[in-house]
């Protein structure tokens, strides 16, 4: 989790946010390093005003901002992902189960 934090820190320090951050995207090496992988969705971060596209992270660890479909947003949606994960590594399954954002807002 240690290892996880200083990475996320890392990248948001370097104005990159990782948009896309769950389990599958994190590696651990024979030696128990963490590294943080497929930064295809990752972008330089410009500024809390600037638009994004609010369809990035992977539906389970998602942040509530892109569920509700906002275009500005930044790095607290790769924290929250991270508080998924978290969950997930404590309770031994996901923290949200789900294959639709309707049931995810219960509409």
Request: aromatic fraction near 12%; proline fraction near 6%.
């Amino acid at each position: 989790m240690v290892q996880l934090l200083t990475a996320i820190q890392y990248l948001h320090h370097s104005n990159v946010f990782h948009r896309d951050l769950k389990p599958s995207n994190i590696l651990i090496t024979e030696d128990g390093i963490l590294k943080v992988a497929d930064f295809g969705l990752a972008r330089e971060y410009e500024g809390p005003h600037k638009q994004y596209s609010p369809d990035v992270a992977t539906l389970w660890y998602c942040a509530p901002e892109l569920l509700l479909d906002t275009k500005t947003y930044c790095t607290p949606i790769d924290m929250w992902s991270v508080g998924c994960i978290f969950t997930e590594v404590i309770v031994f399954q996901p923290l949200f189960v789900t294959e639709s954002v309707k049931e995810v807002l219960r509409l």
